[in-house]
């Protein structure tokens, strides 16, 4: 399958602080989404983006859409405790079909 | 609000035993996928049906089977679990393909 690469694997840091996640692939992707996954539970959905350079927000979150359809970008600004949890990427499997491949997550800590 | 709802949120069994993890949605959504989470391979596809009695393989489906004989329902089955199927699985279901609505997990333990 294809592989969505993302970054950092893991991040530690203070509550209030403004956190920056990304997500590469080798190929082009014509979809882009981010889910959240809060620990002990199943991902959920946080941003969808359709259209390459498409910025969207979601409260606290953005996520961008990068121009060269290789790449996305979500943000958090001023993190809270409950933003503790996984972060994954996800696209459309060989951009075809309803099956959905998945970076391996950002796991993300919040010190209050 | 989609509802997904896997059957048991815990399981332990002993090698050899086979296993059904069954998955239950309430949208009407054509699409069901099985997946399996691991700590720093985010979330790999086992297998995915269209339609019922429709499948297809994902990057991982040695060892697992499904059985979708109704629209709503969608089980995966591990013939002879071995350890190395210890996981989390979860199942997800969609109707137009990309935004998918998850379960709320099974950490399998096999022994």
């Known amino acids: 399958g294809q592989q969505l690469n993302q970054s950092p694997q893991s991040m530690f840091i203070q509550e209030g602080e403004d956190v920056s996640m990304n997500c590469t692939s080798s190929s082009i992707f014509n979809t882009w989404l981010w889910y959240k996954q809060d620990p002990g539970e199943g991902p959920v959905l946080l941003i969808a983006?359709?259209?390459?350079?498409e910025l969207t927000s979601n409260g606290r979150l953005t996520a961008q859409f990068g121009i060269t359809r290789k790449d996305s970008f979500l943000n958090i600004s001023a993190s809270i405790p409950s933003d503790v949890g996984i972060y994954f990427c996800?696209?459309?499997?060989?951009?075809?079909?309803?099956?959905?491949?998945f970076g391996g997550g950002t796991r993300l800590m919040v010190k209050p | 609000d989609v509802k997904v709802t896997q059957s048991s949120r815990y399981l332990v069994k002993r090698t050899g035993e086979k296993v059904f993890l069954e998955c239950v949605q309430d949208m009407d959504h054509e699409n069901m996928f099985w997946y399996r989470q691991d700590p720093g391979l985010g979330l790999r596809l086992i297998y995915f049906?269209?339609?019922?009695?429709?499948?297809e393989k994902g990057d991982i489906p040695e060892g697992y089977s499904v059985s979708r004989e109704k629209k709503e329902r969608f089980s995966l089955i591990l013939e002879s679990a071995s350890t190395n199927q210890t996981s989390m699985y979860l199942c997800a279901s969609s109707l137009w393909g990309h935004e998918a609505f998850f379960g709320q997990g099974t950490r399998l333990t096999v022994v």
């Open positions: 983006l359709y259209k390459a350079g």
């Open positions: 996800a696209g459309p499997y060989n951009n075809a079909g309803n099956m959905l491949t």
């Open positions: 049906s269209y339609d019922v009695k429709m499948k």
